[in-house]
């Protein structure tokens, strides 16, 4: 090594090993928050923000900004019944059967107030190793549907916590979603209610055909979305403003006026209408509890009240 090299290291050697005199610090600006790398901080955190919330399955006061759970309910068919003036209703027989809450989520561990509601029986050999685990860690039976619900606050309820039919009032409006019956492979006539073609002249072999898809050379091509043949059916509906006419809660069965999606058996969710709001002062909220006498199996069933006028002489 030359003397000129020696030289020029011995003049960089105290400026690359030199150690800094004072800690190297970043501006943090307000408001934003930091995690340590140590595991203690967070568990100490989650432990205090979880012990803060206390959930007591207790009545109480329902507010309009109130949002109540909705319920499962298995679909048992239809029928129909007259009332008392006369008039024949069509009827949905809904068949809630043991809902209970498998879990409750908040803002702190899941972003959410939302209730998870479990329906059903199911036995453990039928169900995965992650739903045994899911419903062994919240100390709740096995329960064959699972379906959250967001609600608000004040309208969490325990785990375990058990929903009946007289969660509804009669005479209110919920709003019934389900999976429609599966109808396979349709023409664009049924599916989409296409008019169809000419049934006599100048259409041979064509007479439900959906017609021409599209133009000339410009755009040459069929626009994505066209409604054609295809598969029709199963898919997700929700009927609103749905009318309960009548609840029995010796079997937790609940009628309600007109048709709901899905076949018989199927299972459908219910919740409060968001159109034809319910009258708060009439509803049980968070949900309605029973008390320690009360004899469910020996309880008459509850009617709406369909008034004192007689519809067919309204008129007169």
């Given at each position: ?6 030289d ?44 803060s ?22 679909k ?32 702190e561990?899941?972003g ?7 329906c059903?029986?199911k ?18 039976p096995?329960k064959?549907?699972?379906?959250e619900?967001?609600?608000t606050e004040?309208?969490l ?6 929903i009946n ?5 009669p ?16 023409g664009g ?6 008019k ?8 041979s072999?064509?007479?439900r ?20 043949p ?6 997700q ?15 937790n069965l609940?009628?309600?006026?007109g ?16 159109y034809?709001?319910?009258?708060i ?15 469910s ?14 519809p067919?002489?309204?008129?007169d």
């Amino acid at each position: 090594m030359s003397a000129l090299s020696r030289d020029l290291v011995s003049r960089l050697r105290p400026l690359l090993f030199v150690a800094p005199t004072s800690p190297i610090t970043t501006p943090i600006r307000s408001g934003t928050h930091f995690r340590t790398f140590s595991a203690d901080a967070v568990i100490e955190e989650n432990d205090n923000s979880s012990s803060s919330r206390i959930i007591e399955a207790v009545p109480g006061l329902m507010t309009s900004n109130s949002r109540r759970t909705g319920v499962i309910a298995v679909k048992c068919g239809m029928t129909a019944l007259w009332d008392k003036w006369g008039a024949r209703i069509p009827i949905s027989i809904l068949w809630m059967d043991d809902n209970i809450v498998s879990q409750v989520k908040i803002p702190e561990t899941d972003g959410i107030f939302a209730l998870q509601i479990g329906c059903g029986q199911k036995k453990e050999k039928h169900l995965t190793k992650p739903e045994v685990g899911h419903f062994r860690s919240q100390g709740v039976p096995m329960k064959r549907k699972l379906r959250e619900f967001p609600v608000t606050e004040d309208a969490l309820l325990p785990v375990g916590t058990s929903i009946n039919v007289r969660h509804f009032v009669p005479g209110q409006y919920v709003d019934v979603t389900g999976i429609t019956k599966g109808k396979g492979f349709q023409g664009g006539m049924k599916r989409w209610g296409f008019k169809g073609m000419p049934a006599s002249h100048g259409a041979s072999l064509s007479h439900r055909s959906i017609g021409s898809t599209g133009q000339r050379d410009a755009p040459g091509k069929v626009f994505k979305g066209k409604k054609m043949p295809g598969h029709m059916g199963v898919d997700q509906r929700t009927v609103k403003n749905v009318w309960v006419y009548k609840i029995d809660p010796a079997r937790n069965l609940m009628w309600v006026k007109g048709q709901v999606p899905g076949a018989t058996g199927n299972f459908v969710f219910i919740k409060d209408a968001v159109y034809k709001k319910p009258d708060i002062s009439l509803l049980p909220f968070p949900t309605y509890f029973a008390t320690e006498d009360e004899d469910s199996t020996k309880l008459e069933p509850l009617l709406a009240d369909l008034g004192d006028t007689d519809p067919f002489m309204a008129a007169d």
